[in-house]
């Protein structure tokens, strides 16, 4: 994670994609600009989510069973799923280094955090 961000926070550079930091006013428009970007790769994902969908059930209307059309829409989907959990991570990784966060810290201390919550979530299915 921690070459993700350096990458990254050379790449924005290059292209000229930083988060200002110029002065409040141009600083929060660029941050909500950029929330913006996040929430439409987001709106992306679910696009590509309805697509795998739709595709999984125009197959079984064709015959062939539910694990079979889901296994064949999930490949068929993996490419541009992939292209638009790249986007959103990117946005992500944007964020965390204008705030200065290691996200590879910050994430395992959240999981275990959720690891040790009391009000864990119950589920049926075991693996």
Not at 61 to 73: H, K, Q, V
Request: some cysteine; aromatic content about 12%.
């Amino acid at each position: 994670m921690k070459e993700m961000q350096t990458f990254l926070k050379k790449y924005h550079e290059e292209m000229n994609w930083e988060i200002t930091n110029e002065s409040y006013e141009k600083t929060r428009a660029s941050l909500l600009n950029n929330y913006m970007l996040l929430t439409t790769e987001v709106a992306e994902v679910a696009e590509e989510l309805r697509k795998t969908f739709n595709f999984t059930n125009s197959q079984i209307l064709n015959g062939i069973n539910d694990t079979e059309a889901f296994d064949l829409a999930k490949e068929n989907a993996k490419e541009e799923l992939g292209k638009e959990f790249a986007d959103c991570l990117a946005y992500m990784i944007k964020f965390a280094n204008f705030f200065g966060i290691d996200l590879e810290e910050s994430f395992y201390k959240k999981m275990d955090e959720v690891r040790n919550r009391k009000n864990k979530d119950v589920s049926l299915s075991r693996k």
